[in-house]
């Protein structure tokens, strides 16, 4: 009867043998050790992530299997050499001493499914899912931030040539009408694709320079039309259109510090999730390496949702561009961890090189 | 000012649909002066339809369709097409509706402009 022990890596579970030994021939088992206990025509099972590997005693000595399960050597009774058990070809990073540290697996047959960890692998996407948002929100915040200072700026320099003389009044105020709609479409192109969506669904009018000049001769002067103001009353009109090219609505600037600290939460959550995955890893430098793969894959989905918007959504459609937004995120994370299922070897060896490195 | 009628010709504007117009300023995405509130509640005055009947407006009618414009960088500021959002009511009236309370509906669609409404209100009440 021989023992095999090993562990699990810290991303997915993997099953890494050490070396197998006769009954006995050690120290007492603890109680944290993975312990399979084979006679030695008995075919062995593993589930490893959600591949199995079955094999006979034999499939785990050829060294072509090698790159997944790293066999010691065989010992027989009474020929134990000395020496610390489990020892594996490369050097895996041990932080507190123990040799061989691997959760005790689940009271049931032997073969029966890993305990793939669906929960944990949701919790990723979701994260990823945040982590887009995050984006949304501290883009939206931004560019409003622009919008509201160009505007603005803008209106503030035209309104300064018109005084000075530099530009006529009535020029000045078509000026400036127009600069804002300019203004407007650049800001919405700046902004989430969710924000341009939600912005584009709602149709707007555009004025013409004589419907907003008898609107604002109404406004300030009124019961009188334009054709009846003096030339003083005309300048105020012309001058009120290029004030109001830079106005806009302060109670949504006042909505900045809320997208910025929903953007930010949303950060936080998703480094929360990160830092939690790192700290319970046994090998904390790949379960990283995963994090960055996982994150990078949902923003890459994310961003990639975002540009097809208008392609799948038309213009216009904000539910719809929502809801592709999360999908995409979601569906690149998931397209992530199917990624460093299949790489998980390389990335263990990155990840040893790495910490042998740093 | 007329819009194109179901038939394609030019009808002239009902007081609902002179109000849902006036009401529909409330969502731009500019500031709104001493003087533009006494042109709006002018307007509204015009539309000849009673505080409650406006209230529907506001609360039921025109916030639903609009109140996205003040949830984006850059929204609308000089006004929306009175075709399309006479067609968004009508249209949203026919749609089935999320069981939600009306309160919690009311309070999520007008809370952007609720303080410029109320204003607009005491300008009414006051005659």
Known sequence: MYHAEGHRSAARGAFRVGRFRPAGAAAAPRSHEHRAVPSPSTTLHYRIGVSEVAGSRRAFLPPDRGSRFEVGSWTVAASYVPGPWCEEGTSTPIEDGTMCLAPSPLPGPVGSAASYDYARAALDDFAASARNFADVFIKDARARENYVRKIDEMAKKVLGDVRAGRESAEAGAEFAHRMRDAIMEETRRQSSSIGRASAESLKRTSKTLAQLIEEKASKLFPGRTFATLAKSERQAVFEEIIEGAGRSRPSVTALIPRWRLLGRGCLLFTAGIAVYNIWTARNKIEAGLNELIVFGGGAAGGALAGAATGLVCGPGAPFCSTALFVVGGIMGALAAQAGAAIYEDEIHEFATWFGEFW | ?127
């Open chain 2, 1 to 127: 000012m007329t819009a194109p009628g179901p038939s394609g010709s030019l009808t002239p504007p009902t007081g609902r649909q002179l109000a849902r117009l006036a009401v529909s300023e409330l969502f731009l995405d500019t500031e709104l002066d001493e003087a533009d509130f006494l042109r709006l509640r002018d307007a509204l005055r015009a539309s000849h339809l009673s505080l409650q009947e406006l209230d529907e407006v506001y609360y039921d009618e025109v916030a639903p369709v609009l109140y996205q414009n003040l949830r984006t960088p850059a929204g609308a500021w000089e006004g929306f097409d009175r075709a399309w959002l006479e067609e968004r009511i009508n249209h949203r009236a026919s749609e089935r509706r999320l069981p939600f309370p009306a309160a919690w509906r009311r309070y999520y669609f007008s809370r952007s402009t609720i303080g410029d409404w109320q204003r607009l209100r005491k300008l009414l009440a006051a005659g």
